[in-house]
């Protein structure tokens, strides 16, 4: 399997790898219990070229491919499954959609500190009465000379609190035909008057990582802000979505990865009626089932990652890996909480934060029943 990767690939998994045995596995349940956002391993992050990792150096990334973000990404996910979070979120809708779709000016303001990690990023689509139906969305953006006043508000917001930059979409024209005609997207500054971030959710898993409400009032955009044309938003937040659901994937492939290995070691550790419960066939078939399914989720994320290098349509494939991983993940998840039995289910051991942490990429950037929809759509073409 490595043979396929080249040599570059294997040194950006390799460096991530360290990164999350030293520094992410040993404080992750510190951060997930005092929902502290770990701000120095986001910087440190940062300066390992983790926070940009597709974009070209010149406007601040690591200029590495899909499949070397997707590599590095499972392994920041295996040792602090919320920091992948924050990470996907700025790498795959962040820069990638201010590099996509940005003018060189937006990108030399906005992308290179996103990028280099120095400014940390966010996307915000959902607001409290629409989420699996976006285009529905409230918030609306008017224009009175060269700015536009923002109104509304946007709801579970990764990183709304610690954030700089938000890639905020909201309707400039309601009149439009068509639903998806009547959204732009705007590149929105937490400083701008206005801007306001509302409570910090307090969430079942991913608790390093905050959430947020957005709100805006009256609140004042340029007009050089808005990010790619005026009416076309709603194709710019399906267009990241591709991207973003590879990320999502990833994350929970690394998430089922660490379930997987912690309840792997404790089989071989644990004895009952004097024989370790590896031994038990019980126990071998459901880390043979882990094994096997985690690893064909893996390929799922690398079959998209590759065709998104290539350039080629990779939308049906995102929404496969995204839909076939996180369920897995939620499956060896549940099954790494068996292994350990009493224990699993207690927070001295890591398993039940990787249950609960597993459960949301099944929900969010498109929930399994969306991502079926989108596949189901897909088979007609
Ligand atoms: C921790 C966290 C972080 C998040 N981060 C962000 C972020 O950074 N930016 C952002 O914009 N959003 C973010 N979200 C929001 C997330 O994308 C939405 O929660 C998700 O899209 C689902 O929307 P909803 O919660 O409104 O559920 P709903 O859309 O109300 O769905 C409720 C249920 O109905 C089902 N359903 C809905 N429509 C259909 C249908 N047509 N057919 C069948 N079933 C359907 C859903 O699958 C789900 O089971 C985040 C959410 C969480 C929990």
New binding site residues.
């Given amino acids: 399997m490595d043979l396929t990767f080249s040599d570059e690939q294997q040194m950006i998994r390799q460096m991530a790898r360290e990164f999350a045995d030293k520094e992410l596995l040993p404080t992750a349940a510190h951060y997930d219990e005092t929902q502290e956002f770990p701000r120095e391993l986001w910087q440190k992050m940062g300066r390992l070229g983790l926070m940009g990792l597709v974009i070209p150096e010149e406007y601040g990334g690591a200029g590495a491919d899909t499949l070397s973000y997707v590599l590095a990404l499972e392994e920041i996910a295996r040792g602090n499954p919320a920091l992948s979070t924050v990470m996907s979120?700025n790498n795959s809708l962040a820069c990638y959609g201010t590099w996509k779709f940005g003018t060189e000016e937006q990108k030399l303001k906005y992308l290179v500190p996103l990028a280099s990690g120095e400014k940390l990023g966010?996307?915000?689509?959902?607001e409290p009465g629409s989420?699996?139906?976006a285009v529905n969305m409230q918030t609306s953006a008017r224009r009175e000379g060269d700015r536009y006043l923002l109104n509304g508000s946007?709801m579970?917001?990764?990183s709304g609190q610690s954030g700089h930059v938000f890639l905020v979409f909201a309707v400039t024209n309601k009149e439009a035909p068509k639903p998806a005609d009547r959204i732009t997207c705007f590149i929105v500054e937490k400083g701008f008057p206005g801007f306001k971030v509302g409570k910090k959710l307090d969430?079942l898993g991913?608790r390093a990582s905050d959430?947020t409400e957005l709100i805006f009032e009256d609140c004042e955009v340029p007009v050089e802000n808005v990010l790619g044309k005026e009416g076309a938003g709603f194709r710019v937040a399906l267009q990241l979505l591709d991207g973003g659901r590879i990320g999502i994937a990833t994350q929970a492939v690394g998430i089922g990865q660490a379930a997987y290995e912690f309840g792997l070691k404790y089989a071989t550790e644990r004895q009952q009626f004097g024989q370790k419960i590896f031994d038990f066939q019980a126990i071998q078939f459901m880390l043979a089932d882990m094994a096997t399914r985690l690893e064909a989720s893996r390929l799922l994320v690398h079959r998209a990652a590759t065709l998104r290098d290539a350039g080629q349509p990779c939308g049906r494939e995102a929404s496969m890996a995204k839909l076939f991983a996180s369920e897995t993940a939620m499956w060896v998840t549940t099954k790494a909480v068996q292994i350990f039995g009493g224990y699993g289910y207690i927070k001295e051991y890591p398993v039940e934060r990787y249950f609960r942490d597993a459960k949301?990429t099944e929900?969010?950037?498109?929930?399994s029943?969306?991502q079926r929809?989108v596949i189901a759509k897909s088979l007609l073409k």
């Fill in positions: 979120v966010g996307y915000a689509l959902s989420g699996s139906d946007k579970f917001i990764t969430k991913m959430t949301v929900i969010y950037e498109g929930t029943e969306i929809m």
